[in-house]
């Protein structure tokens, strides 16, 4: 059944600088920043929670990485049924699992409903990102692309930098953690009503997109002869047109660069969910912040987050044509030194070098979000979007959930206070003259306060590699790619 809307009456039709993608946008970044607040004021929380139903630093970092092991195969199989189906649905259940998990937590008592919850909310709410970047893939051009998949990202960066504030100050106001979380699962209604009224899977099914803005949305179709000037008149695109762009998920698998995406997109992940569990408590341990305090330090990180995440996508989409990968192995060799340095930082360093270290941390490890999250759409085509991320969002939090496992591990009390045994999973691309990717993790432990072996830092490195070759330029097939003729497939 063809999609069509009649453009009888409309009047969008003259150019304009608004584009409806904008609203669109803003619309799945707000109900993913609605849905993020639920993980980000949780670890914030975490200290409260942990005295109140007895949870242990083990318990924690279990419950997390039973969230986050389930969270990825949830991503795999929601973006199969984005593909098959439409995002848009899968969106909505997204939010109604969301606010039903979330109010639950407000009447959980013990470690096993911690265990449980998580558990569940993994596998119902890992339905929440794909179908939002797909929808972004499908509407924004190339040109566009990652700088709207990086505001997307503010979801999960800028949230961090705000939430812990909303939810020390909501504690204070409403005497407790519990009810914080009933009032955050009512404020869900309202990403579900703009999804509901607002959200289009295609641009040619909202009658208020005109065809300037439909001819941008399928650029490439067009100019390949993938699609033509009546499919955008007549706002006509055949079930079977978008079966043809449709590209098996082998031929994916397969395709040079497709792994070393997979695995930027696991380290990104570590170093992200490493730093989101517990960033707070440990400011809060290690350098006795209070709570408020605490979340003012911790959200210097993610502010140095939105600034890195946006620039280098501006920059991939305009200044290097839609080139990805020099924005990828910037934010590796830049993330790497700011890492080593919060990792081994001590009590009673200078508030002004604290924040340094913090921002330029949270600039250099978020720079790679907008370039990686556009791959592929720019590779493959935006139809096959979702089970591509699927696939690379599986495995990247299966990655992350041993993140705050291995952190929760190596937290050690003392009698002279809370030892962070600082494990930070730092991750380290270098392109050999072979053009082979080779992935290295840093494990970088802090000794003990008071109770360190004499002589310093203990550092265990240990180097995992992996290659993947590149062929310069590949010939895409007839039935990839919508068309295109020929693209760049660079290691990424």
């Known amino acids: 059944m063809a999609t069509k809307v009649s453009t009888v009456g409309d009047k969008t039709s003259g150019p304009t600088w608004w584009r409806y993608r904008y609203w669109l946008l803003f619309i799945v970044w707000f109900a993913y920043t609605i849905q993020y607040l639920d993980r980000v004021k949780t670890t914030t929380l975490i200290p409260l929670i942990m005295s109140s139903i007895g949870l242990s630093h083990a318990d924690v970092g279990n419950g997390i990485f039973l969230m986050m092991i389930f969270y990825g195969p949830a991503q795999f199989v929601s973006g199969i049924l984005c593909d098959k189906y439409g995002a848009k649905k899968v969106l909505i259940f997204s939010i109604i699992a969301w606010s039903i998990l979330t109010a639950w937590m407000a009447f959980m008592n013990s470690a096993t409903e911690w265990y449980i919850r998580s558990a569940i909310f993994g596998v119902c709410v890992g339905t929440e990102f794909v179908p939002s970047a797909r929808l972004l893939a499908r509407w924004f051009p190339p040109r566009q692309r990652a700088q709207a998949q990086s505001i997307l990202s503010w979801a999960w960066i800028?949230?961090?930098a705000w939430a812990p504030l909303v939810a020390t100050l909501l504690v204070a106001l409403l005497g407790g953690w519990r009810p914080v979380f009933l009032v955050v699962a009512l404020i869900g209604l309202i990403p579900f009503a703009m999804i509901l009224w607002f959200v289009y899977d295609r641009p040619e099914q909202c009658k208020w997109v005109n065809k300037q803005e439909l001819k941008e949305s399928y650029e490439i179709e067009l100019s390949t002869g993938f699609l033509t000037e009546d499919n955008i008149k007549y706002r006509k695109i055949s079930d079977?047109?978008?079966?043809?762009?449709?590209?098996?998920?082998?031929?994916?698998?397969?395709?040079?660069?497709?792994?070393?995406?997979t695995i930027v997109d696991v380290a990104s992940q570590m170093t992200l969910w490493g730093v989101l569990t517990w960033s707070a408590t440990y400011l809060k341990e290690v350098f006795g912040f209070s709570l408020v305090a605490m979340g003012a330090w911790a959200s210097v990180y993610f502010i140095g987050g939105a600034l890195g995440a946006f620039g280098s996508s501006w920059i991939s989409d305009t200044l290097l044509k839609t080139r990805r990968k020099?924005?990828?192995m910037l934010s590796f060799a830049g993330t790497i030194p700011f890492i080593l340095i919060l990792a081994l930082v001590k009590p009673g360093i200078s508030p002004y070098t604290l924040v340094l270290i913090l921002a330029g941390a949270g600039f250099f490890a978020n720079m790679?979000?907008?370039?990686?999250?556009?791959?592929?759409?720019?590779?493959?085509?935006?139809?096959?979007?979702?089970?591509?991320?699927?696939?690379?969002?599986c495995f990247g939090y299966i990655g992350g959930a041993f993140a705050p496992l291995i952190m929760s591990r190596l937290i050690v009390s003392t009698q002279t206070?809370?030892?962070?045994?600082?494990?930070?999973?730092?991750r380290k691309i270098e392109l050999t003259q072979d053009r082979q990717i080779k992935l290295t993790h840093l494990v970088i432990k802090s000794p003990l306060r008071g109770g360190g072996k004499r002589g310093g830092q203990h550092v265990q490195m240990a180097a995992h590699q992996g290659t993947a070759r590149s062929r310069g330029r590949h010939q895409a097939n007839s039935k990839g790619c919508w068309g295109v003729q020929e693209y760049r497939q660079e290691v990424p």
């Open 158 to 160: 800028v949230t961090p």
């Open 240 to 261: 079977l047109k978008v079966k043809e762009a449709q590209v098996p998920f082998s031929k994916i698998l397969h395709s040079p660069g497709f792994i070393p995406i």
């Open 326 to 328: 020099p924005m990828i």
């Open 368 to 393: 790679s979000w907008g370039p990686f999250l556009s791959w592929p759409a720019d590779v493959f085509s935006p139809e096959v979007y979702g089970k591509a991320m699927g696939f690379m969002q």
């Open 417 to 426: 206070g809370t030892s962070y045994v600082y494990a930070c999973v730092d």
